[in-house]
T-cell receptor, first 115, second 110 residues
Framework: GAVVSQHPSRVICKSGTSVKIECRSL??????MFWYRQFPKQSLMLMAT?????????EQGVEKDKFLINHASLTLSTLTVTSAHPEDSSFYIC???????????FGDGTRLSIL | DQQVKQNSPSLSVQEGRISILNCDYT??????FLWYKKYPAEGPTFLIS?????DKNEDGRFTVFLNKSAKHLSLHIVPSQPGDSAVYFC?????????FGQGTRLTINP
């Protein structure tokens, strides 16, 4: 149980393109979803927290107009990297949970490469 | 400011022996601590956790110890098995947010 699916697993695109990443909870209802970014040899850094039906809460230093998050249903959240540039190249990973007292369950991540 | 630190980037242990992974934190407001295991090309998988009001939690071969006064936690795996080879992340939770360490790559040698 507690499976989180993330797509796509890898994206390579040109600078200026917008990229959408999907995160789905397959066998539970995710009241809260989280988006993280990981640069090489660094830890996972929380970007934003989203609750179904409400606006995402962004961490300090994360541009909300750059990283658009939508959590329209209890099983789906999307992260759109708008007008992506090479410095946005990173590993993006989502997590979800249905209960604040339960651990977060992670997707397999998306490797984004902007040329 | 790295609030959660795993100072050993890698650890190599003989099969059957005990693996000890360490983690230090700076924020005394963290109320929950977790260990995640990660294989290549997969997301982190939850392994074991401990509340800040406890000092030990055990689940099969895995035991997590918490020393609040030293702001230190450790994960013990005994006996270590080849399938335990992975990257292990320590994470601390406060205000419903997780802060991760940099990870330790554990290699179990046959």
């Amino acid at each position: 149980g507690a499976v989180v699916s993330q797509h796509p697993s890898r994206v390579i695109c040109k600078s200026g393109t917008s990229v959408k990443i999907e995160c789905r909870s397959l066998d539970f209802q995710a009241t809260t979803m989280f988006w993280y970014r990981q640069f090489p040899k660094q830890s996972l850094m929380l970007m934003a927290t989203s609750n179904e039906g409400s606006k995402a809460t962004y961490e300090q230093g994360v541009e909300k107009d750059k990283f658009l998050i939508n959590h329209a249903s209890l099983t789906l959240s999307t992260l759109t990297v708008t007008s992506a540039h090479p410095e946005d190249s990173s590993f993006y990973i989502c997590s979800a949970r249905d209960d604040p007292n339960q651990p977060q369950h992670f997707g397999d991540g998306t490797r984004l490469s902007i040329l | 400011d790295q609030q959660v630190k795993q100072n050993s980037p890698s650890l190599s242990v003989q099969e059957g022996r005990i693996s000890i992974l360490n983690c230090d934190y700076t924020n005394s407001m963290f109320d929950y601590f977790l260990w995640y295991k990660k294989y290549p090309a997969e997301g982190p998988t939850f392994l074991i956790s401990i509340s800040s009001i406890k000092d030990k939690n055990e689940d099969g071969r895995f035991t997590v110890f918490l020393n609040k006064s030293a702001k230190h936690l450790s994960l013990h795996i005994v006996p270590s098995q080849p399938g335990d080879s992975a990257v292990y992340f320590c994470a601390a939770e406060g205000a419903q947010k997780l802060v991760f360490g940099q990870g330790t790559r554990l290699t179990i040698n046959p």
